[in-house]
């Protein structure tokens, strides 16, 4: 799909605030700085279009984009290590159950997880998570561009073995640098 406009229309805490236009949603989902902002601005050439920090937990509430005027990508607050309270990430969590449990908009939620490390406990759990809910999913191993094309292949051979991949799921290697996996 080529992005011909894209626009950042609101940020929510609520999910009462989301758009009710009954566009379709993708949401990206990853721990804290894994670069769900980063793969945004990319997908859709604007380099400054979601604001991207070196600082865990910058990403705090749902962030709605509007593409060519027929979807929504979503960036979603980060999971794991925030430079936030417990309880605000306790808050994170239960906004973010309810708007993938709940969200009859969202057809596909991108986990986000860095090519470089092997999926964390909390990736692990959100891949079984939106399995067990039959939340569709694409897993997407951003930071592609920090290895070597061969170290590549043994990454993502482990990505998908720790996360449970089955042979139906997919798994896109992507750097935000170079462009791969667009």
Avoid at 50 to 76: E, F, H, K, W
Avoid at 109 to 127: F, Q
Wanted: hydrophobic share 40%.
């Amino acid at each position: 799909m080529r992005v011909n406009e894209a626009e950042f229309v609101l940020s929510a805490t609520d999910l009462s605030a989301l758009p009710s236009d009954g566009l379709p949603e993708i949401a990206l989902a990853g721990r804290s700085n894994v670069g769900k902002s980063s793969l945004i601005n990319r997908l859709t050439g604007r380099k400054k279009l979601a604001r991207t920090s070196s600082v865990p937990g910058r990403t705090q509430t749902l962030n709605y984009y509007r593409i060519n005027g027929s979807m929504y990508l979503v960036d979603c607050p980060g999971y794991g290590y925030a430079k936030v309270s417990r309880e605000t990430r306790l808050k994170w969590g239960k906004l973010m159950e309810r708007f993938m449990l709940e969200r009859s908009t969202l057809n596909l939620v991108l986990l986000i997880v860095d090519v470089r490390h092997p999926p964390t406990k909390d990736d692990c759990a959100m891949y079984e998570w939106l399995a067990h809910h039959r939340i569709p999913r694409l897993v997407v191993a951003t930071k592609a561009d920090k290895i070597s094309r061969s170290k590549q292949a043994s990454q993502l051979r482990l990505i998908a073995e720790r996360l449970g991949m089955r042979g139906d799921a997919a798994l896109i290697p992507f750097s935000a640098e170079t462009g791969q996996g667009v």
